[in-house]
């Protein structure tokens, strides 16, 4: 069985099109440092920190903040993106969904991380591309997938599927937060009632690859995610995991009804008055 859609590039395809000025490479890491030591010849850097999150507001870009970041580095309307990043694409996944979320469809994601590029002995440059400035007209955010607390709350009486990508650790209220990342942590421990336990990485392979059609479907029918045709909401910690399994769910297994909750456990963690259920 195929992907329902055509959203993942190859390494050699993307080799294959660096001089393509249709194409825009996007390189967004967890740890942005990266970037500036190796990467694929052309490509744009963004950190996830400082470029793609409102720096007064505790959420993400507005449409017009958007627009004027992804045209102020030299991307249009009418490029077609291809993001890719460390930790097998957590945020590369992430800005996918966010653009998907401002309305732009021409947007791929090579299948595999920046370390398979490298693992591939292919070329790499220490210097950012200077693209001239041009226009970007975000839409207005696409809610139908993006969830707010308010409508995960109401999900919980409902027959809407909540899925939690942490590690079974986080998910069981054994950790707050990964190893690492304590710092970033909730007040509570714990998951959402009803959660089914999906772990993002179980979607790929040990490369950082997608894998097939037919295997990541018996994996989310087996955790009864997909097989009734019900909405989903995925989360994690901030959301940038659940936008992993998001690309999985809605781009790759064709899911129409898939939502990103991003304020994720950072949120619902810190919430006075929202149930928390705990397995340890």
Known sequence: ????????????????????????IVEVDENPALYAEAHIPGAIGFDWRADLQD?????????????????????????TVVLYGDRNN??????????????????????????????????????????????????PGDKAIRAFRDEVL?????????????????????????????????????????AASVPWAQAVNED????????????????GVIDNGDPIIAYCRIGERSAHTWFVLHE???????KNYDGSWTEWGNLVGMPVEKDV
């Open 90 to 139: 957590w945020f590369a996944a992430y800005t996918y969904w966010y653009f998907r979320y401002y309305g732009h469809d021409k947007v791929k994601l090579i299948n595999g991380p920046r370390e398979k590029w490298i693992a591939e002995g292919r070329e790499t440059s220490g210097e950012a591309p200077d693209y001239q400035a041009v226009t970007f007209t975000a839409q």
């Open 154 to 194: 109401a999900a919980l009486d409902s027959s809407t599927n909540l899925v939690d990508v942490r590690s079974p650790q986080e998910y069981s209220g054994e950790l707050i937060a990964m190893p690492g990342y304590e710092q970033e942590g909730a007040q509570r421990a714990g998951h959402i009632p009803g």
């Open 1 to 24: 069985m195929a992907y329902s859609k055509d959203v993942l590039v190859e390494t050699d395809w993307v080799a294959e099109h660096l001089d393509d000025d249709s194409v825009r």
């Open 252 to 258: 790759l297994l064709g899911q129409d009804d898939v």
């Open 55 to 79: 720096q007064v507001r505790r959420d993400f870009l507005s449409a017009e903040g958007f627009g004027a970041l992804i045209g102020s580095r030299g991307i249009s309307n009418d490029h």
């Open 208 to 223: 950082g690859t997608f894998k097939s059609a037919d295997e990541l479907r018996e994996l989310y029918s087996s955790k």
